[in-house]
């Protein structure tokens, strides 16, 4: 068998396809043969080929060395649920569209409210985030109509774009140098007037900090403001065991607030197009159809689309969704939790290296797995133009990192006696993501030592 550098594409999950396939078939053995022959197999081959040949025009997503954006192949299985259930192709906007997929849907989507303590719930898979944390403020703005929403500057900057898309007035709360939203300027803006919904961010886009959200908490007792938590990237790290306490606290009162996104796509080893909204009190259903009594809400004669503003949906989704999570249990100290572990012990091993190497310099302890740096120089125009040239240095040798553009108040620049001519840094980001990092550091930490001296030549 050729080695193969794909993970996962190995012709054993194919023969594997093959076999569920004859099952899936066995379940249609009453219909009358329909055994239309693919017309021109051969030109499919050849559009197929031509395919794979622009295919290879990408970073190496599903490689170790790609330690850059947040990219997390697919589980092997995943990507087989997935191709298994495009032979049905179900719509999961309906029962009819979708019978099984949508039962799978709901079973999935209960299994990630258990992962937050949630047993009753209302919740849907979405097309991602970004229709996850739309649905979730488009609630907050039924609720609470015209009232302010705020979020922290480091919140995915969608909250700004779907408060615009809602009509809805948007605040930005300041970071402070960890990253997290800044309390003294919260209470400031509290003193001000009224909040209508607090967005928190449990994992950053950018470096992975977590919103305080015990003392948002506390606010919420004063100001009554409703609580949604943006977790698209970090939902799943409540599993992990490896969290530093004052991050593990955060998680501990997550199933506290009003909303809940995260995103199986990122940490859940999904196919793209696959988010996740939950509220806590499943009345809210209201919303979505006017004219139905709650208890429709939770039935299990409930059509999707009655709470879900996208209507035609991916059955396949939530089907792959299914399969790895039965493969895979969320649960503490499970096997699931154990790979989010491995990849947050890689961002602690090269946080470790990084900050005792005086090449660099380094921002707050990742909470996370996400990781920031930069290389050291004189000014902060000089750490970021070094940055940009280890970044493509670093390519070229096939070690893929990312670029982002972040306040300077992140590193200690005084400590470092850095100039700081400019407030925004361009510094070097890794999202650390796959359970294969760790394993990689050495590896990783060589060429990008390598790739270092390289540049300083
Ligand atoms: C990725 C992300 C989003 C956007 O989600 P998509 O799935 O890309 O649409 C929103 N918020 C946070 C915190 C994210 O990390």
Redesign the pocket.
């Known amino acids: 068998m050729d080695e193969t550098r794909i993970t996962g594409s190995d012709p054993e999950s194919i023969r594997i396809l093959e076999s569920a396939l004859r099952r899936l078939n066995n379940g249609f053995q009453d219909l009358e043969p329909n055994s239309t022959n693919i017309i021109g197999i051969r030109q499919i081959e050849e559009v197929l080929l031509e395919v794979a040949d622009r295919m290879k025009d990408n970073f190496p997503y599903f490689h170790p060395l790609y330690a850059g954006q947040?990219m997390k192949p697919p589980h092997p299985l995943a990507r087989l649920a997935y191709m298994l259930a495009l032979y049905i192709n179900p719509n999961n906007h309906a029962l009819d569209g979708g019978r099984a997929s949508s039962h799978m849907e709901k079973e999935a989507v209960a299994r990630i409210a258990a992962m937050f303590g949630w047993e009753t719930f209302l919740g849907h898979l979405t097309g991602?985030?970004?229709?996850a944390?739309l649905e979730a403020l488009w609630l907050a703005g039924q609720v609470h109509p015209g009232k302010l929403i705020v979020a922290s500057s480091q919140?995915?900057y969608?909250h700004t774009r779907l408060s615009k898309v809602l009509g809805l007035p948007f605040q930005t709360v300041p970071a402070n140098r960890f990253g997290k939203m800044d309390m003294e300027e919260l209470k400031r803006l509290l003193n001000m007037g009224p909040i209508g919904t607090l967005v928190a961010?449990i994992?950053?886009?950018a470096t992975g900090a977590t919103d305080p959200l015990p003392e948002i908490l506390r606010l919420q007792e004063e100001h009554g403001f409703r609580i949604h938590a943006?977790?698209?990237?970090?939902g799943y790290f409540t599993l992990a065991g490896t969290l530093a306490a004052p991050t593990r606290e955060v998680y501990d009162r997550l199933g506290e607030v009003d909303s809940i996104?995260v995103?199986p796509?990122?940490h859940g080893m999904q196919p793209y197009g696959c988010?996740c909204i939950l509220f806590k009190d499943p009345s809210v259903g209201v919303h979505y159809k006017h004219d139905s009594p709650y208890t429709y809400f939770s039935s299990d004669e409930l059509h999707l689309g009655e709470i879900s503003l996208e209507c035609s949906r991916p059955g396949a989704s939530a089907v792959a969704l299914w399969a790895t999570q039965t493969l895979l249990p969320m649960v503490k100290e499970g096997e699931f939790a154990g790979l989010l572990d491995l990849g947050r012990e890689a961002a602690l091993l090269l946080y470790g290296k990084l900050k005792t190497d005086n090449r660099f310099i380094t921002a707050f302890a990742p909470e996370l797995d996400i990781l920031i740096w930069a290389p050291k120089a004189s000014s902060v125009t000089e750490c970021s133009k070094r940055s940009r040239q280890l970044f493509e240095q670093a390519g070229r040798n096939n070690l893929h990192l990312a670029l982002a553009e972040l306040p300077c108040h992140f590193f200690d620049l005084d400590r470092e006696d850095i100039l700081r001519d400019r407030d925004t840094i361009t510094c070097l980001r890794s999202v650390l993501m796959k359970p294969e990092h760790k394993e990689w550091l050495p590896r990783l930490w060589e060429i990008l030592s390598q790739s270092m001296d390289h540049i300083l030549r």
């Open positions: 947040m991602g985030g970004t229709m944390n919140a995915h969608t961010t994992g950053t886009t943006d977790t698209a990237y970090g996104v995103d796509h990122k988010g």
